[in-house]
């Protein structure tokens, strides 16, 4: 491409984005809206993504030990513990620790126990990667020598890989919907832009312009009327993502579960996201529905 | 019968000689009816040429042919020396810059002005803008439009409309104009001003081929004559004259 068909590529389309005043509304409006709603889900998303996260950090495996074990065996299980890639991290509590822990909630009443009542207490608490790998790890450890017994919680692993299940459906079947309803708005009203100007494209065709002549502007137009389009909700969400936290932190302060994720941790992903998105469809919507026009 | 053909191809000299070379053209629209059959018809270098009909005789689907906006169902077609029967679709726009076209509705871009209008075509070109500075007023003050190059298409009358598209047709300067029926929206005046333009174009070099069915304009003229009937050529007269059927 010659410079000066790149610079007249570019003029003609901010040309045409203000030539075509309607045109250049409704599809702003339309890709605004659709990034609008895909921006909320994916706000929301990311928040219960996150409060899931943190709830499966507190779900942890107990692990007890055989009566009479020696140390040097605690410690190899241990080893054996932190070797299996399900798990995150893991402590040991000893017998001493969680008596102290236990008579700190008994109060006064602990001090009727002359000796530690959790002498066979010991154990190892055990904080999983992945709440989906319990089971796994839990049949692995029931296979080693010198583990007692292992507490652990189905029902609250379960239910927190259900709702990371849940979340990933509904957020693949929202974008989904968004995208086929976004790209069938755009092609009708880049249709309706472009019907307005098939003269014009005949026109240049007749004159011996190439399709890469004839379609450069309109591709170029399509796509920074994308890029306005997806640059107006990204604004608006933002300032409406730190006003919407900031009210329901406040006014729901009593449900600790509800931390909100920083605005910034979820637009420095939403937005260039969002801003490919929009000059992509306004790519693809021009591209295909100029060609239709160019077999002059 | 390919052997034939070639044989009157070779007796008809290069094909590099004509502007328009039309060898047993024929063109069946997809409903079954037949626009063109067996055209034969072969136009010099810098000849003058009317091509008359009454309506729907098939002068339009010649001039899409022409311009390769149709594809001839057989036959062979060469103008300015591509093949249009073979031509690649990104070859066309190189095809059509030596190629003029003037419509009766002039066609110009509503929404830039005279010199833009001109200026597109050079554009399209690939001309430097010092060239485009140069030669759209030169080619304005041919048409006779110099002091109207700001004025945008709606301003002007009918008869300037189509001196601008002249204006853009001739800019790049090509070998062979096309005129379908270029003084169809115009009156008596207009009409012979844009004839005596398309004359002097054609003294200057460039061959020129209108299309239209104005009897009283072919005949005044005194220049070559093909008449179209039913899409088959039945007269082509050196002088010749055409009685609208119509």
Redesign the interface.
């Known amino acids: 491409m010659?410079i000066?068909?790149f610079f007249?590529t570019i003029e003609q389309g901010v040309i045409g984005v203000f030539?075509n005043k309607w045109f250049t509304v409704a599809t702003v409006a339309t890709i605004s809206a659709c990034l609008f709603v895909f921006g909320i889900f994916y706000a929301i998303a990311f928040n219960v993504a996150n409060i899931v996260r943190n709830a499966e950090q507190n779900v942890s495996v107990t692990v007890f030990f055989d009566e009479g074990i020696s140390e040097e065996r605690i410690e190899e299980i241990g080893e054996i513990i932190g070797r299996r890639s399900e798990v995150s991290r893991y402590e040991l509590i000893t017998a001493e620790e969680a008596w102290a822990k236990f008579s700190e909630q008994l109060g006064e009443y602990a001090q009727g126990f002359t000796e530690n009542p959790l002498e066979n207490c010991a154990n190892y608490q055990i904080y999983l990667s992945d709440v989906t790998m319990q089971s796994q790890l839990v049949n692995y450890l029931e296979g080693v020598e010198g583990i007692r017994k292992i507490n652990k919680s189905d029902f609250t692993a379960d239910t927190l890989s259900g709702i990371n299940m849940v979340l990933v459906y509904v957020f693949v079947g929202i974008i989904v919907i968004l995208f086929a309803v976004s790209i069938f708005l755009i092609n009708n009203t880049v249709t309706m832009g472009i019907s307005v100007r098939k003269?014009?494209i005949?026109?240049?065709?007749?004159?011996?312009?190439?399709?890469f002549?004839v379609r450069a502007p309109f591709v170029f137009e399509a796509m920074l009327i994308g890029l306005i389009g997806a640059a107006i909700p990204m604004g608006l969400l933002y300032y409406l993502y730190e006003l919407a936290t900031d009210f329901i932190s406040e006014k729901f302060a009593f449900l600790s579960f509800l931390t909100f994720v920083p605005a910034w941790d979820i637009f420095i992903y939403l937005i260039p996201f969002s801003l490919c998105i929009g000059v992509g469809i306004g790519f693809v919507g021009s591209f295909f529905t100029v060609r239709k026009h160019l077999r002059? | 019968m390919a052997e034939t053909k070639r044989k009157r191809r070779e007796a008809d000299s290069n094909i590099s000689d004509y502007a328009i070379y039309l060898e047993d053209v024929s063109k069946t629209f997809s409903d079954g009816v037949p626009a063109l059959s067996n055209i034969n018809l072969k136009v010099k270098h810098g000849e003058f040429v009317f091509i008359v009909g009454v309506s729907g005789a098939g002068k339009s689907t010649l001039i899409k042919l022409l311009l390769r906006e149709l594809k001839a169902d057989s036959g062979n077609i060469f103008v300015n020396g591509f093949n249009l029967m073979t031509i690649k679709h990104g070859r066309i726009p190189k095809f059509r810059r030596t190629l003029g076209v003037v419509f009766q509705d002039f066609r110009l871009l509503k929404d830039r002005n005279v010199y833009e209008n001109v200026a597109f075509a050079q554009r399209i070109a690939q001309k430097s803008e010092r060239e485009i500075r140069r030669n759209v007023p030169s080619m304005l003050s041919l048409v006779g439009l110099a002091g109207k190059y700001k004025a945008k298409p709606k301003q002007l009358a009918g008869g300037e409309q189509q001196r601008v598209a002249l204006a853009r047709a001739l800019v790049n300067q090509p070998k062979l104009l096309l005129a379908d029926e270029p003084t169809g929206n115009l009156d008596l005046y207009n009409t012979a001003e844009i004839m005596k333009l398309l004359e002097t174009i054609n003294e200057n070099g460039t061959t020129v081929v209108v299309v239209t069915h104005n009897d009283k304009l072919v005949n005044d003229m005194k220049k070559r004559v093909v008449t179209i009937k039913q899409g088959m050529i039945v007269s082509d007269a050196e002088n010749g004259g055409y009685f609208d059927e119509d």
């Not at chain 1, 005949?202 to 399709?211: N, R, S």
């Open positions: 010659k000066r068909t007249y030539k003269e014009e005949t026109i240049m065709k007749y004159i011996g312009a190439t399709d002549f002059v």
